[in-house]
Structures are given as structure tokens and as C-alpha cells.
């Protein structure tokens, strides 16, 4: 028997998103979360790892925004829309 993992809406979707990402995406969200582990602002580590992942800023810009509300929502600072 499996064990049943109860995850919340908002961390369900989370993870969904998560799971359709092209893998450059998520090259750019790991590099973002180690950034942040190491002290840095999402502010800045998530442009930062969308340029060191090989993004330009304006091809990056949506996906940077998006991924910014993600983390908020998944911080729980800000609600899902």
C-alpha cells in the first residue's frame, strides 16, 4: 500500500506547474531556490538565475513574473488568483 501524501490546493497546483515546465524552467527555479537558500532576495535570484541558466532578460520577463507570484503564493504570502 502506497502512502497518501494530503498536500493543500495551493501546494497541488504548485507542483502541477512545476510538472509542465519546459527544463530550462526549472534549471532557472532550482538555480533561484539555491540562490535564495544562500540569502539572496528572490528580487534578485530569480532574473539572476533565468541569465546564468542562459535567458535574456526580455525573453525571460513573463516567466520571471510568473514565477515570482508562484513563490509567493507557495510562501503563502500572497494569495492564488
Not at 540562490?35 to 516567466?63: L, M
Request: charged share 20%; with cysteine.
Amino acid at each position: 500500500m502506497s502512502a497518501q501524501v494530503d498536500l493543500s490546493n495551493r501546494e497541488a497546483r504548485f507542483l502541477a506547474g512545476i510538472r509542465q515546465m519546459p527544463p530550462s524552467l526549472v534549471a532557472a527555479l532550482v538555480n533561484a531556490m539555491t540562490r535564495r537558500v544562500g540569502g539572496e532576495p528572490w528580487q534578485t535570484a530569480i532574473p539572476a538565475a533565468f541569465r546564468d541558466t542562459g535567458w535574456s532578460d526580455a525573453d525571460a520577463a513573463p516567466e520571471i513574473a510568473l514565477m515570482t507570484e508562484c513563490l509567493d503564493c507557495a510562501a503563502g504570502t500572497q494569495p492564488i488568483q
